[in-house]
């Protein structure tokens, strides 16, 4: 009698957890229903796609560039504005629900500190202190936004204890679309996609401002717009991605996404030549190859800062501006990662200047 009542207890017992797990896969399921799907053949139209896309999940405006001040000095810098959604932000009507998230980044890399410096920010939207526009690029935290003007030029405006930029961003060449036509694949899956179009080759000129001292400066920068509602495969550790404006005219952008166990889920690349042809390298085409790792003293994560990446048959190798550009943005986005200033070498010559992020080598990246 007692084992027949332990095997009718067993018996129940699954049959609860299997009803429990279809309701959290079916909640999961309706949760990830409120967001809009990224679908192939979808047509970006501009301006109304440099703009924000609420529906989605997450959303990004990436600048990062290269500037020289006027004694010759070079300068990196990125700023990123995020937007993420959360999973019932249209249920709730409250104003003060925190239906969508604006999240910032701003640092520079400055080699005579030999360390990077940077400051973060994070809000709901709303009250017109952050929002993330609909129907052209205006993101703003505070007294932090980025905007493009109706003539095409970006303004961007940081004010932090620690650094200021004051940069004014004009495009010199037409939007690379990647992927397929703004179609951006992310791993094996179909599913596993975003939106995203890049425009490299933009003229800055401004003012850097450090320990109250302005400093004018003129450079080229890339600015990536990416959205999606999909996150990374649960196999995957991170990612590496590199874009660079290169001296000829050229823009490159490759990425990989890592596995946990080393191997290389997914992979793209592009590069366009100054006459605008793209030629695309698929994943099986496309080599990370480390040549030099860097153990940050911050914190012990350990990141291969030097790389050659094979593309086809081209090759490159990245050099950083200095070792020490680490980001530790878990008071915000949650992340840790290193996003640096990088020359570009072909066959032993500089032929340009990018970044470089390395995603997942503290802990896997969790979007």
Do not use: C
């Amino acid at each position: 009698m007692p084992k027949k009542y332990s095997k009718s207890s067993n018996l129940i017992a699954s049959l609860l957890m299997m009803i429990l797990l279809a309701m959290l896969q079916s909640q999961l399921r309706a949760e990830d229903q409120q967001y809009a799907p990224v679908v192939p053949g979808y047509t970006l139209v501009f301006p109304q796609d440099y703009g924000s896309h609420p529906d989605f999940r997450i959303e990004w405006w990436y600048v990062t560039g290269w500037l020289e001040t006027s004694e010759n000095k070079s300068l990196g810098f990125q700023v990123t504005f995020f937007r993420t959604a959360s999973p019932r932000h249209s249920s709730n009507p409250s104003r003060f629900a925190p239906q969508q998230i604006i999240i910032a980044h701003a640092a520079l890399s400055d080699p005579a500190l030999g360390r990077f410096i940077y400051d973060e920010k994070t809000a709901r939207a709303g009250f017109e202190l952050a929002y993330a526009r609909e129907g052209d690029t205006d993101v703003k935290i505070d007294d932090w936004y980025f905007k493009r003007n109706p003539d095409g030029r970006y303004i961007i405006e940081v004010k932090s204890d620690k650094f200021s930029f004051e940069l004014s961003l004009t495009p010199t060449q037409s939007i690379m679309l990647q992927g397929e036509r703004g179609f951006s694949r992310k791993g094996p899956n179909i599913e596993q996609a975003s939106y995203y179009y890049s425009e490299p080759h933009l003229d800055v000129f401004g003012t850097i401002t450090q320990q109250d001292k302005p400093i004018s400066v003129r450079g080229r920068a890339w600015l990536d717009h990416e959205w999606s509602s999909e996150i990374l495969d649960p196999r995957a550790d991170g990612w590496d991605w590199m874009s660079a404006n290169l001296d000829d005219g050229s823009a490159l952008m490759v990425f990989r996404i890592r596995g946990k166990d080393g191997s290389k889920l997914w992979a793209y690349g592009a590069r366009r030549n100054a006459a605008g042809r793209i030629t695309q390298f698929a994943s099986d085409q496309i080599e990370f190859i480390p040549e030099r790792v860097w153990e940050s003293p911050h914190t012990k994560a350990h990141y291969p800062v030097e790389m050659r990446i094979r593309a086809g048959e081209a090759e490159w190798r990245l050099v950083p501006l200095f070792d020490d550009q680490e980001l530790d943005s878990r008071g915000s986005s949650g992340a840790v990662y290193w996003e640096g200033a990088v020359t570009v070498f072909q066959n032993g010559k500089n032929i340009g200047k990018g970044y470089l992020e390395l995603t997942g080598y503290l802990q896997p990246l969790d979007l």
